[in-house]
């Protein structure tokens, strides 16, 4: 079933570009439409589906959403959104758009908006289950489907401020969205992130050592760092929330039951250890 298009998703109209052709789009009975004839439906749930051919096959299944939600409803990980809302609100004090990729289910654009009340957000990413949630996450953010290594379905620098909370990046793109005057806010995992999770189930994925090396060579060209924040905290965990924590993780597309608990016990607390760093275009 089509839906009527969202209020959220309607300030976004002359800064989204259709994927096919870069034309504007427009509304037209539950889509979106170029002058071309590209259309694009609009879910039930809210969320405009952009994505065109192969589809990408990364985004989070119904397990890594429900996971997600459940992990971060705790509040285990609001330290990370609090510092990412200072770090918008220092670089966009007034209106402006921000636009979250890879943003799952909008948790932390949703914290951004929060205490941003004269910002917009759109939140893209993959995984239709998360864009469900992601659409209704707060009432002044939209939400899109598309992949993070495609050209972004947006018009030349029409974004204030770009989220990347743990998610891929495609840095040509983001500088060719972003105002001269933006930033691009990125956040990471380092060695420390969830080493006691890591050492008690062998199968999760590794943190690469080399992997700040290759984010500088990767972002260098087209950005240079404004700030770095460090964020680390020991966080207490329920086994419900060492289960869901891992099942959010890109570890649960591979992680099997007997990973989990054939170990001993999952521990009654982590340490979260990430790096917030708000990048300026070159």
């Known amino acids: 079933m089509l839906a009527l298009l969202p209020p959220a998703l309607e300030p976004f109209l002359d800064s989204l570009r259709c994927p096919v052709c870069r034309a504007r789009l427009r509304p037209d009975r539950g889509s979106l439409r170029c002058p071309s004839g590209h259309t694009f439906d609009i879910a039930r749930q809210g969320y405009v589906s952009l994505l065109t051919g192969i589809r990408a096959t990364s985004g989070d299944d119904a397990a890594m959403v429900q996971a997600r939600s459940q992990f971060l409803s705790t509040g285990r ?59 209704r ?33 495609n840095p040509a793109e983001f500088h060719r969205v972003l105002r001269p005057t933006g930033r691009l806010i990125v956040v990471r995992p380092i060695e420390r992130h969830l080493a006691e999770l890591r050492g008690q189930v062998p199968a999760m994925v590794t943190i690469d050592p080399d992997k700040e090396q290759r984010l500088q060579q990767a972002l260098g060209p087209y950005f240079q760092a404004a700030g770095t924040q460090h964020v680390e905290y020991t966080a207490p965990l329920t086994r419900q929330e060492a289960v869901d924590l891992v099942g959010m993780t890109p570890s649960a597309r591979h992680l099997t039951h007997a990973d989990l608990f054939d170990h001993g016990p999952l521990p009654g607390q982590v340490t ?7 990048y300026q275009p070159r």
């Open 272 to 278: 979260v250890s990430v790096v917030a760093t708000s």
């Open 137 to 169: 996450a707060h009432p002044r953010a939209a939400a899109a489907s598309w992949d993070v290594f495609r050209p972004f379905p947006l018009a030349d620098q029409a974004v204030d401020v770009l989220l990347d909370v743990f998610a891929p990046r």
């Open 77 to 135: 990980y609001a330290p990370i959104r609090h510092t990412l809302t200072r770090m918008t609100a220092d670089v966009l004090p007034g209106h402006g758009m921000v636009v979250d990729i890879g943003c799952g289910t909008g948790y932390y654009l949703a914290g951004v908006l929060d205490h941003l009340p004269c910002a917009l957000g759109l939140g893209l990413d993959a995984s239709v289950r998360a864009l469900r949630s992601a659409a």
